[in-house]
């Protein structure tokens, strides 16, 4: 059974850091592919960053791009994504996805698994 648990997220003010986890089990971890997506409310869920098995190679969202760091550590089967210089419209259900390939994506439909998401908010 795959399962991929995130950390709690919180409440941060604007400009705070804040930095989450997602455990993975019952798998080679760095066989497959994570990304961090997230949804606002009346939004659809939009790519954030995704890493690839090895920790390699890693993607982000252009808009995000600067503020955020993804990493991976195999051993612990954990990804993690640190955020940075948040701000209100960062706020969102974060979610962790694994992918069955090795290769990272942007598409939410790559992804096989997902986590049950994390919320997010930031205060202004």
């Known amino acids: 059974q795959v399962q991929l648990v995130e950390s709690v997220g919180g409440l941060v003010q604007a400009g705070g850091s804040l930095s989450l986890s997602c455990g993975a089990s019952g798998r080679p971890f760095s066989s497959y592919a994570m990304g961090w997506f997230r949804q606002a409310p009346g939004k659809e869920r939009e790519f954030v960053a995704a890493i690839s098995g090895s920790g390699s190679s890693t993607r982000y969202a252009d808009s995000l791009k600067g503020r955020l760091t993804i990493s991976r550590d195999n051993a612990k089967n954990t990804v993690y994504l640190q955020m940075n210089s948040l701000k209100p419209e960062d706020t969102a259900v974060y979610y962790c996805?694994?992918?069955?390939?090795?290769?990272?994506?942007?598409?939410?439909?790559?992804?096989?698994?997902w986590g049950q998401g994390t919320q997010v908010t930031v205060s202004s």
């Open positions: 996805a694994e992918r069955k390939s090795p290769i990272s994506a942007r598409d939410t439909q790559r992804y096989d698994y």
